[in-house]
T-cell receptor, first 113, second 111 residues
Framework: GENVEQHPSTLSVQEGDSAVIKCTYSDSASNYFPWYKQELGKRPQLIIDIRSNVGEKKDQRIAVTLNKTAKHFSLHITETQPEDSAVYFCAASKGGGGNKLTFGTGTQLKVEL | GAGVSQSPRYKVAKRGQDVALRCDPISGHVSLFWYQQALGQGPEFLTYFQNEAQLDKSGLPSDRFFAERPEGSVSTLKIQRTQQEDSAVYLC?????????FGPGTRLTVT
């Protein structure tokens, strides 16, 4: 089955700096890659996603890139703010509806003032 | 609009007790998923429903775990004879196509 690895496990940045979180996946049939933000005690919140027919997607300060050949995808957050502090999870699935998500192990992002 | 809701939010069970966890998906969402999230880990898939049909239960850890969605809307995850290793947050998610939207989860503690 699918295996998703995520790095780093913790990331500390200064407010205003950029943060990058990287994931790799194993199943070449995966074609849908969402990112979730989870604050302590809260539900995972979908923040951005990308499909395999696209190499990059951007939404304000957040961008995601995908390299299908290398089976890598990354989350980029620019101009970080304290409210960006949370655990971020990447995930992969075969898409098309009804396909389970396989999650990475999470990255604890801390944005320091 | 209303998101995915789950109840109870917290449940403490003595080892050996049965528990039932409820999920109310977003109205009209055909797909419903259950995940288990251990402390400090990512969610792990348990089971999937398309309407009332349980199409994938490959993630259920044992036959003590049972899920149903009889009318294709609300779903219940039941755990029989709870064990300490069942302690976790149980998350429900619903979707129309690819995007899965999660509920707040039920934190189960087995003592």
């Amino acid at each position: 089955g699918e295996n998703v690895e995520q790095h780093p496990s913790t990331l500390s940045v200064q407010e205003g700096d950029s943060a990058v979180i990287k994931c790799t996946y194993s199943d070449s049939a995966s074609n849908y890659f969402p990112w979730y933000k989870q604050e302590l005690g809260k539900r995972p919140q979908l923040i951005i996603d990308i499909r395999s027919n696209v190499g990059e997607k951007k939404d304000q300060r957040i961008a995601v890139t995908l390299n299908k050949t290398a089976k890598h995808f990354s989350l980029h957050i620019t101009e970080t703010q304290p409210e960006d502090s949370a655990v971020y999870f990447c995930a992969a699935s075969k898409g098309g509806g009804g396909n389970k998500l396989t999650f990475g192990t999470g990255t604890q992002l801390k944005v320091e003032l | 609009g209303a998101g995915v809701s789950q109840s109870p939010r917290y449940k403490v069970a003595k080892r050996g007790q049965d528990v039932a966890l409820r999920c109310d998906p977003i109205s009209g969402h055909v797909s419903l998923f259950w995940y288990q999230q251990a402390l400090g880990q990512g969610p792990e898939f348990l089971t999937y429903f398309q309407n009332e049909a349980q199409l994938d239960k490959s993630g259920l850890p044992s036959d003590r775990f049972f899920a149903e969605r009889p009318e294709g809307s609300v779903s219940t995850l039941k755990i029989q004879r709870t064990q300490q290793e069942d302690s976790a947050v149980y998350l429900c998610a619903s979707s129309l196509v690819d995007e899965q939207y999660f509920g707040p989860g039920t934190r189960l503690t087995v003592t």
